[in-house]
């Protein structure tokens, strides 16, 4: 199969914006007939099929390498497209759709007759998102069909943040790719389970738990977040049990003051180089000056963590390509995004971590 990449993203020439619409419309017309394309969301990129359609489901799992129990989250473009995909809407599920939506919150409902099972993965839920991407919205809307969508990555590597990681990954595999450029967030959406009593977050992102608790009282979190899936631990989003975001090397991360944590990476670094391995360090801007050795790559500020959020996953993308044999990580506050990127990190380094 050729893949085919189109820019979408500025149109400010007539012929630019002509083009996007052309695109876009190619691209709907792909996800009627059955097929897959790669779009920009607000958090990551989404490989897209018809949601209704569970043949075209089956294709994003091979193009994917994804066990085919991991489901999908259906994509809608208004919020009316919401009450055919599910049987039951809680108060808590349409105050959280009505404050946070579009945007990067995905709430999970009972499904309707109408959602198969090839999208739920079996299960009797569904997980929504009304994405905040103009683009996303317009490419839904033109489909007329809700977009079943994971991340556009290969199973088990980080998620995308560019057309380019797309590219990477999904080259042959899919029909189509819309180059949005960069994404805005760079984590995925926040899920809330609220097909019970209490939502429940099962993962977390830029709609943080403090922004949940403030719209809906007190929300639930799934134990699974931040332990390693075990006998014990059965985590309710069933693609939280894999090692995503996992990057080739052995990642360790190292948590405790930050007096501390630059001098232990450093002296870490310094061990494992006179091994002779490849060591590359994740830091951020007010700490990065600590490191002389190493391949060092700043995530972003810690005072502004949407920058941290938006570099994570092209770090450690870049760390695969560089082939390094082992990444020292820094840690942040478990603290609002911090959360989110906490939770992406503990699963980058198959919560592999050093306290000092
Ligand atoms: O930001 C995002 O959410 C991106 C963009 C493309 O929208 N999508 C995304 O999809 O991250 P994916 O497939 O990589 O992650 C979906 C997560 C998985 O952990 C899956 O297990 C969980 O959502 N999930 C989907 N349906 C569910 C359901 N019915 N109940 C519980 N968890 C569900
Ligand atoms: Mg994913």
New binding site residues.
Partial sequence: MITKLVQVKGAETRQETKNREAALQEAARILQSGGLVAFP?E?????GANGLDEEAAKKIYAAKG?PSD????V?ISALEELEPLVSEISDAGRQLAKKFWPG?L?L?FP?SSRVPYGT??G?K???V?M?AEDL?RRLIALAKVPVA?????RSGRP?PTTALHVWQDMNGKIEMILDGGPVG?G???T?V?VSGDVPVL??P?AITLEMLEQAVGHVEVDPAIFKAPGENIR??????KYR?YAPKAEMTLVEGDLEKVPKAIAQLTEERMAEGLVVGIICTEETKHFYSKGIVRCMGSRSREETIAHNLFAVLREFDDLEVDCIYSESLPCEQLGYAIMNRLQKAAGYRKISV
Wanted: hydrophobic share 35%; glycine share 8%; charged share 15%.
């Fill in positions: 969301t958090t990551v990129y989404g490989l994804r991991n489901p999908l989250i994509h990067p995905t999970v499904k739920t993965g299960l839920t569904v997980a998102r994405p996303a969508a994971p991340s556009a990555n998620s967030i984590v995925e959406s899920i389970d099962l993962r992102g985590p309710k989003a069933p693609g939280m995503h």
